[in-house]
């Protein structure tokens, strides 16, 4: 297991980005974006306190408010970041993923923050795919001095990486549905057993005994509006 665990990464291809705005901070608005994208493995983000990006992209000189990087980067991860939301299914109570701030480069100073988002690990762990195939995902930017709603949308593409990460990390069976017990089920919301067969089923006659209301039951003869009378799928 731990040379499982010490393999595991999560390959994030950055790919582009748009509608980006200049930094509100910037004492020169109008001036040309330089974005870069950094990239960090935390159980939250503070935007005061940014960690070294050790991971990030290169920065793109030409695109500003639309810039594309195409950029792959290898980001290791802790485990636990992980199994946590496949021990819970996919449900997250906590601020714990990938984040990716958006950055511009500035010749005085260090570079100016834009935006960021946060992949969360459900977002990987979907059990709809294994976490080891390609996803391609979009985020809306969160603004960096209150973390409400910003400007721009970011794309990316992510995968799984390490071995037998698909086994290792694979989502918990779902429950399996509870059967209703007896043979008097509730077809759209109307009791079955409140009503008696018809005369056609009966054979003309209107008033029968329970001899042949089981007889008619054990035909499975529907009403044509979802009634069921003892089936079993």
Known sequence: ???????????ITVLSAEDLKNPSSSLLPGRRLRPFVAVFAAATLDCDRLPPPLHRTRVDEQGAHNPSWGDKI????????????TSTGGLEDDEAGVYLAILSKRSLGGPAQIGWCRIP?????????????????SYALRDPRHGGRGHGVIHVAVRLLGQDVDRVLA???????????GWCRVAIGIP?????????????VVAVDSVQ???????????GVGFDFGLKY
Not at 1 to 11: P, T
Not at 171 to 181: A, V
């Open 1 to 11: 297991m731990k040379g499982q665990d010490a393999d595991l990464a999560m390959e």
């Open 74 to 85: 290898r980001l290791p991860l802790d485990p636990s970041l992980l199994r946590a939301a």
């Open 121 to 137: 690990p459900a977002d990987v762990l979907d059990g709809i795919r294994p976490p080891s195939a390609l996803r391609r995902l």
């Open 171 to 181: 989502p918990p069976p779902p429950r399996p549905l509870l059967e209703e017990p």
């Open 192 to 204: 079955v057993a409140a009503f008696a067969p018809p005369g056609w089923a009966t054979g003309g």
């Open 213 to 223: 209301l089981n007889r008619f039951a054990e035909r499975r003869v529907g009403f």
